[in-house]
């Protein structure tokens, strides 16, 4: 299945042509589109729109925005908690790829962002991370030297 926007009835055509070139035969759009495709040979269905979707639409972009935006605040706290931390805090998902670094894990290990993404497994190799994924059992209390420190 393949997305195409339309925003202007000159761009359509050309668009539509296009997509019958790659074999497409039937497009699901407005009114434009579809008479478009009709014009051309395929099949359309038409999807109506009206007041109440577009105000449904509306309402659910501004609930969806208010989510994200109390999402990115939450992050931005946590975020700030973490950094006035004197303790290294490295986080990582269950494959073992850096989500998070915290200034005083940066400081510690001479790390950069750049390894947010890579497994710690490989940047950090002492700290046997794999172990604990694999077990679930945590390591508290064990030492580790990193750099010197």
Known sequence: MEAVEVNNEDDAEPILAKLKDKSINTIIGGV??????HRLGMRSLFIKTGREA?????KEAKRVAAVRRR?????????????YSDEGIIAVDVQGKINLMNRA???????????IGGKLSVTLPKLAL?????????EIGDLHTINNQ
């Open 105 to 115: 894990a940066i400081q510690i290990t001479n790390l950069r962002d750049e390894a």
């Open 54 to 58: 577009i105000y449904s639409a509306l």
């Open 130 to 138: 794999d172990k604990v994924l694999a077990t679930g059992e945590s």
């Open 32 to 37: 434009m589109s579809s008479r478009i495709a």
């Open 71 to 83: 999402e990115k605040e939450r992050a931005e706290q946590f975020r700030t908690i973490l950094d």
